[in-house]
């Protein structure tokens, strides 16, 4: 039977895997808005997710406050380790949020609110990077507290890590682009995907590849029994998952290239939780000893039996209202 803990693990994981996907594709409109040919264009660009980007920020909500309720450990370890760009990030999704609707309202300070909107989205994408790097790389604990420095996350692997990200969305972006519009905006989406996706398949094999150094434990999990059937059977997957995407892309489709592209993010997730497993902080604190006691995790899970089935109601709800293409003649405005 499978523990408390363990389940709230895989709550947390879906929660965040969730956010990166719903949210991943909404920043990277924001990091392609500069590239677009026209204003008409970024209006159409930030109507295909004005309707829904709000309700994707629910899920990063929903994985940071579980992992303060349920891995009070962890999250006081892990917030000192990463305050700075963490900080960063709520800056920058606070300024692209409020773009949304300051942009509508201005003429004059309208290249404003398109930085605003552009920065923060790249901002953002960059420093959820970095913070991952800093967790792959390991963060120093003793006696149960955060025992590094304070930008012990700038490092070379972070910086890679949080560019790898950038891109990664960026391809979301351009895919999702490709699936919503219509006319010259998607055919321009649809000449940025194939690059963006040959940008994101180099990064993620170079952060594959530094990754096992970053800790011994990568390397026992990765290169030996059973691991190393991962390391033949990830990359294989991501390969297969890169050439539908690039055929479909050349077939001009409009639905699948946005489904490989999450496919590919899954798979690198999933690649995440195998390295981890069964540490929520390597090397240093397993799943069992970062949570709460089981009395506690029992009584949250309860809650979360209800509220996750209608988080995802919801979401699947909006998604499928405002499902189609975007007509270039009407605003959600």
């Known amino acids: ?145 955060y025992a590094g420095g304070q930008w012990d996350w700038l490092t070379p692997f972070s910086i890679l890590t949080g560019v790898a990200l950038v891109i990664g969305y960026a391809l979301l972006g351009a895919t999702w ?22 940008m994101t398949l180099a990064l993620i094999g170079l952060v594959s590849l530094l990754t096992p150094f970053q800790d011994p434990i990568y390397l026992i999990r990765w290169f030996s029994w059973p691991g190393v059937v991962f390391s033949v059977l990830v990359p294989a997957i991501v390969a297969v998952v890169a050439w539908i995407l690039d055929r479909s892309l050349r077939e001009k489709r409009d639905y699948q290239p946005f489904f490989c592209a999450i496919a590919l993010f899954v798979v690198c997730f999933i690649g995440i939780g195998i390295s981890f497993y069964p540490y929520m902080l390597p090397p240093s604190l ?20 209800v509220l996750l089935p209608a988080i995802l109601a919801y979401t699947a709800y909006t998604y499928w209202v405002f499902r189609g293409k975007i007509d270039p003649e009407e605003s959600y405005h």
């Open 1 to 145: 039977m499978l523990e408390l803990s363990t389940i709230w693990a895989g709550i947390i994981a879906f929660a965040v895997l969730t956010y990166v996907i719903l949210d991943g594709f909404d920043l990277g409109i924001g990091i392609l808005f500069p590239f677009a040919k026209t204003d008409k264009d970024r209006d159409v660009m930030m109507n295909s997710v004005t309707p829904v980007w709000d309700g994707n920020e629910t899920w990063l909500v929903m994985g940071g406050g579980g992992l303060f309720a349920v891995f009070p450990l962890a999250y006081s370890v892990v917030m000192p380790a990463i305050y700075l760009p963490v900080i960063v990030m709520l800056l920058a999704l606070v300024f692209r949020g409020v773009a949304f609707e300051y942009r509508w309202r201005t003429v004059r300070a309208r290249w404003f609110w398109d930085v605003a909107f552009h920065g923060g989205s790249t901002l953002a994408a960059f420093c959820q990077g970095i913070a991952l790097g800093a967790l792959v790389q390991g963060i120093p604990v003793e006696d149960r507290l």
């Open 177 to 198: 682009l490709n699936m919503k519009t219509k006319g010259e905006l998607q055919r321009q989406m649809r000449s940025f995907a194939r690059p963006l996706m040959l």
């Open 286 to 305: 397993t799943i069992a000893e970062a949570a709460a006691p089981d009395s506690s995790l029992a009584f949250a899970l309860v809650g979360a039996v």
